[in-house]
């Protein structure tokens, strides 16, 4: 017999095929379609709808803490994507490359961007020049590209859309603060507008961001015990700025280089968002970030008044949420399952006896409870409910991610959680590459962040059992 | 002698050369800078933020006609662009081509997009199927590449920033009235927030978009003369659709072809406004989109009690305006020429005499007149001035066009305006092609478009002497 349910269209059982449930939800939820280029995606309007939402707040923020959005272009010399060894190292073998212009061969290939250091720092070594244009805190949005071989929508794509910051300061104490200091706001964005809770810490060398002194990270966990990065935020010192010669005169007129930074959020947030909070009915969106935060469906909307009075209701609505109303000729239950389907936050329903009483209905998408509402107070009820449900969604995903969470002290201890309870594994490490390296061998478990929460859960290394040095959150990850 | 000034830094004047003028001010105002591949621009954060107050105020009408925004990839398979013949005829020659992924060289050429056309269509195929699945109204906001062989900021430049709608429709009707619509947001955004009169017309066969059945488009004039295309609206018939197969289901059940559109505007706009506004001191910035809308600059600020006067301000101001502050210790004179040259609507001077007064002084920088300001008025004041100046900047700019415009009857009288009054020549037309070549060629004058409305102005053709179809609007253009 098959596992399978017929809603819009049936999706695949999340415990059935993790990875499958998600195409489904993708598609179904039209989200996103595939390009024509292989690994490309077109974000369709309700997935776009829920990215302008993150954007909006997240730029807000960025704004708010001082910093300006610019637009910097597409293409890079590739003379000048070389400046910098290690940079260049890890994004050179994952390049588009231009090498046509019209009809014309060019005399030097030009990548496009799969990220915008090198566009920064060339213009910096420009710009700056006294301690008077410091700091500089730069800020876009953009499309970047990296060839990937294996992809998937959201989570890894040919091209993503995302923010990079991109900061030059005087001293090393002011870009330690700045590094910090996103990626706090990009932890308040994920756990407040998206309800997905994060640990924060520091990625280890091997784990780094190509080029950095050290990547600062928010990782979360999905549904399936896989870990997924969520926004990474990275301290560069003053290695770009030797290799582009960016110096300022301090104020002893002495010539200093720039300490720099660099932070960026992507579009796989909203694969994440899917991986978190959905499940076998579809979508389950934040309130915060729901593009409609609650669809009001007529019942008998044939019946004289039901359809004037949900159009009242949506516009009664209208200030205090994002409302929409389906009365398209579907049935009732149809819409229901799109409803579920799409994950808007409640629904409400508004039927010829509801109309008699004062009242409709709302179901709530998260946990499935009804409740009566009278048209009096549900001005005053609807936002009070969604920010329980965006509450509620955030202690859910918490709670299963304290579920999924095991202390390792060793290997063995390690494969039977990955067996058993696979999701993040706190365990000591010696600090040692070898070992991070044979763990990722041996079970495909990578280093997730070394937690600024440190914790002392056993004296030796999960690997040698040499003397440990700190705590790591380890996972498989998308 | 030299018939530069010193400002902030000196400018050239723009009656001795206009483009380096342009050049200058786009420069000094700090709006953008050149990328490191010949014709790609940086657009700083000056720059950035007013095109945000445009892409916001447009976006909003967008979404209010029923569009909805999505994000398309940057990549196009070469063979998907050659789909439509007269589309791929006129943008091949000027695409940039990438043809290897990271090691790999592709097996297939890889086109970035000039336009997204193919890519809509390509998706719209797919995913229509019948009647209740039309209209689509989709938007997005992107960049684009165009391997332009000369290239100037915002103007013409190798990569640029747009947004691109692209609607298909049941009927013919239908999409007329969305192109015809969507000339009408344009026309809104262009004069009632950028300060820009228009002429709405159509353009000649010559001069329309590649693949297009006709081109709807906003002209506007510049302070030299010349013509700027500001946006423009195509309706393509049933070209696309038939090159793509989409097809739908009507309500009797039969397989049509859907009728589509598109429309855009782009990064030039921010060029029109620097020329349209602009003059010797630096930039204008209309009002409604200027980031900032009126800058403090406290007079002997080291007086006790003038800075705190003037931060009070500044935040008694901030519900009613965009305002900044300039507490910088550069002389007053200096920050005064730095808001000239920024084109910021107005400049606030507030010091120790008029603290006392309870007053400021506000200075325009459209026409240069000052006014005592009480602080007891100031918040109803300052907004009600600055719609003044939006509205004198729209007047002026409408004047000067009048100026500029010329009814001339044969090519003699042609030559005659070009040299002594150049900008706009209204003339009739034949509507033979040959003409319209003919003049191009002899006089670097094109076609801007077929007015809708209309004057019977003579009853010839200003080139071949035959009788006259249709008015049209002649300028040499940017």
Known sequence: MSKK???????????????????????????????????????????????????????????????????????????????????????????????????????????????????????????????????????????????????????????????EGHTAHATHEEAEAETAKMLDVYADVVENYLAIPVIKGRKTDMEKFAGANYTLTIETLMHDGQALQAGTSHLFGTGFAEAFDITYLDKEGKQQYVHQTSWGITTRLIGALIMVHGDNRGLVVPPRIAPTQAMIVPIAQHKEGVLDKAYDLRDQLASVARVDIDASDKMPGWKFNECEMKGYPVRIEIGPRDIEKNQVVIARRDNGEKEFVSLDDIETRLPELLEEIQANLFNQAYEHRATKTSIVKNMDELTTALKENPGFMKAMWCGDEACEEKIKEDTSVTSRCIPFEQEKVSDTCLCCGKEAKELVYWARAY
């Open 5 to 163: 349910k017929q809603f819009v269209e049936s999706i695949t059982e999340m415990e059935e095929d993790f990875a499958q449930w998600y195409t489904d939800v993708v598609k179904q939820a039209e989200l996103v379609d595939y390009g024509p280029v292989r690994g490309t995606m077109i974000i369709e309007p309700y997935g776009f709808a829920m990215w302008e939402h993150i954007r909006d707040e997240l730029d807000r923020q960025i704004k708010e803490t001082g910093h300006k959005n610019v637009s910097f272009p597409l293409f890079i010399p590739e003379s000048l994507l070389q400046k910098e060894k290690d940079h260049v190292e890890g994004f050179a073998p994952e390049v588009a490359w231009v090498t046509h212009g019209g009809e014309e061969e060019l005399g030097e290939r030009i990548c496009v961007r799969p990220t915008s250091e090198v566009l920064f720092c060339n213009y910096y070594s420009d710009k700056i020049n006294s301690y008077r244009d410091l700091p500089k805190l730069y800020n876009q949005w953009s499309n970047v590209v990296r060839w990937e071989k294996t992809t998937r929508p959201f989570l890894r794509s040919l091209e993503f859309l995302w923010q």
